[in-house]
């Protein structure tokens, strides 16, 4: 084996190597450490939009709602939310009635899909850790306070402590559209929820809600988080078939998933993609040892005329070919981890040295590039780089060890 290593180094480093083979070699190498580079760094992006959902969007918008098949709402609700509390998989709950309709100031009018909430109920939640607590006692003891997204704000020129109309669509018997309700709400605070939530969400009193839309029994339905927010479909099923109201069901995946779904796409065809990348700079290695084998066949017949065994000479190129691999491997793979760890950095001084902005926060629900190392995959990257690069030198190693030394000698 020493011996093994010896030989495939010289080879490697043999000042007489033809150029262009020398020059496959290093692309060879360069593709493959570029693979390993972008790959890592292109999952753990991904890694960081899912964290960024995860911890950001799906920490403000309900991962189930149960919503009342009839007008008059959830009879007897505050029993079902005591029930859904003893449910292990379920970290809140709140009951909530939903009001879209028309917000205006002055002229100015904007779309606004108000959620009204009980703030018993709601002072467990995300809520009240995105406003003072100053604010969040308002909220509490004034049953005509709002909080609208900072972006509905900025839109119709609003600020905290202004009074703001809302136009409530009305539904008769018969099911026609009737005069919309007026009501006058004081602003108390401004919620910056990220992305384009903060531009049509706002929160007022459940009560006043229910009052203004004729939901006698309150609630319109009830709304809760789970432990893992990615079990939501399958959870939500399961608990809705067994509540005793007539309910829809719907989860964070129907409204918001496609996000979730377009990240899980992305690292999908990222991974295909620069694995295809990945092996064919492996192909070159093939061509790399198929022309270093044509080179040194005089070499070669010489270690097999002084007893070198085929095993020898196999493993000799083997080693030889996969040298390239391995360094590729190791620069691809070190440059990859410190690149991920550092990307916000760097992104945010591209940033300020372009004056450009990736990701604009009025569209997504952050504005940095996110980024989260899994050391599991740069251990499956690396992983099949070296496997990839193994392979490929089976089969000039294994020509190489069929040359006739008679024949190479014999000329």
Sequence with gaps: MHLAWILAWRFRTNKRQNGFISFISASSTFGIGLGCFVLILLLSVMNGFEKELKDRLLSVIPHAEFKSVYASGIENWPAEVEALKLHPEVTFVEPYVNATGMLQKGNKMKAVEMTALEPLYAADGVIPSLVTSQQWLQFQTDENATMLGIGLMQKLDLVVGDKVQILLPQLSEDLSLSAPKTLRLNIIASLDMGGELSNHIGFMHMSLAAQTQNIHHGAQGIRLRYRDAFAAPKLTREIGYKLTPEVYMSDWTIKDGNLYQDIQLVRAVVYIALSLVIAVACFNI??????????????????????????????????????????????????????????????????????????????????????????????????????????????????????????????
């Design 286 to 411: 093939v061509s790399t040892l198929v022309m270093a084998v044509n080179e040194k066949q005089s070499e070669i017949a010489m270690l097999k005329s002084m007893g070198a065994k085929n095993s020898l000479i196999i493993l000799v190129f083997m080693l030889q070919g996969s040298f390239n691999g391995l360094i590729g491997t190791i620069v691809g793979v070190t440059l990859g981890i410190l690149m991920a760890t550092n990307l916000a950095a760097v992104a945010r001084f591209i940033e300020d040295l372009l004056g450009v902005q990736f990701l604009s926060g009025d569209v997504y629900f952050i504005d940095f590039l996110p980024s989260e190392l899994n050391w599991n995959e740069v251990y499956i990257t690396a992983l099949i780089a070296i496997i990839l690069s193994v392979l490929a030198t089976l089969y000039p190693a294994i020509k190489a060890a069929k040359i006739n030394p008679a024949k190479v000698l014999g000329h």
